[in-house]
């Protein structure tokens, strides 16, 4: 509603309301398709709180538990390394969600894995220990993880065979990374 002070008119602005408003929004007899996604959405939305609240409650419990307690519980596998047999992507799918609540993500946006060791060459003994040519273990790793993250920001699918990989990859993308477990590998992507 606007008003001008010096004159007292009054007027009501009608430009604030959404939308155009045309004869067949009233029709009764035929059905429109927002009012019946707006009614099954009132009918649903009692048992969609519940399990979200459901939800929200099993994820404040599982963080409250262990690594061990829910490796105990076998919610989880027994290691970060190499799939357990008889895992199915519907059981990785399930185990991913709650690796999640354990991982945090880094606060500022890093592009790739490394740091101190990752580049610096590493003190080696040549008269005690022989010449020594090549990458480290850690410089190897770090090199396969920011291979992944390359290939994966670009829009490609790729492999990860080890747990401990995916979770190093969530710290990078922790809302948009998927996987997919394949008999013995995971398929990585971001969505």
């Known amino acids: 509603m606007t008003r001008n002070c010096n004159t007292r008119n009054y007027s009501i602005d009608r430009s604030v309301f959404g939308g155009e408003i045309d004869i067949e929004d009233f029709n009764t007899t ?20 519940v399990e979200e609240n459901n939800k929200r409650k099993e994820h404040e419990m599982l963080k409250n538990m262990t690594l061990e307690e829910l490796r105990e519980m076998k919610l989880i596998s027994n290691t970060n390394g190499r799939p357990v047999d008889g895992l199915t992507d519907e059981k990785w799918q399930r185990e991913f969600q709650i690796r999640k609540l354990f991982v945090s993500p880094y606060k500022e946006p890093k592009r790739q894995m490394g740091g101190k060791y990752s580049r610096d060459v590493i003190k080696w003994d040549e008269e005690k ?33 080890y747990i401990y990989q995916i979770i190093d990859l969530l710290k990078f993308h922790y809302d948009t990374l998927q996987t997919k477990y394949c008999d013995g590998y995971w398929e990585v992507w971001l969505k």
């Open 30 to 49: 035929l059905p429109s398709k927002n009012r019946i996604h707006n009614q099954v959405d009132a009918l649903n939305l009692k048992t969609k709180l």
């Open 129 to 161: 220990d022989g010449i020594y040519h090549g990458m480290t273990h850690w410089q190897r790793y770090c090199q396969y993880i920011n291979s992944i993250l390359s290939s994966i920001r670009s829009g490609q699918i790729d492999y990860c065979y």
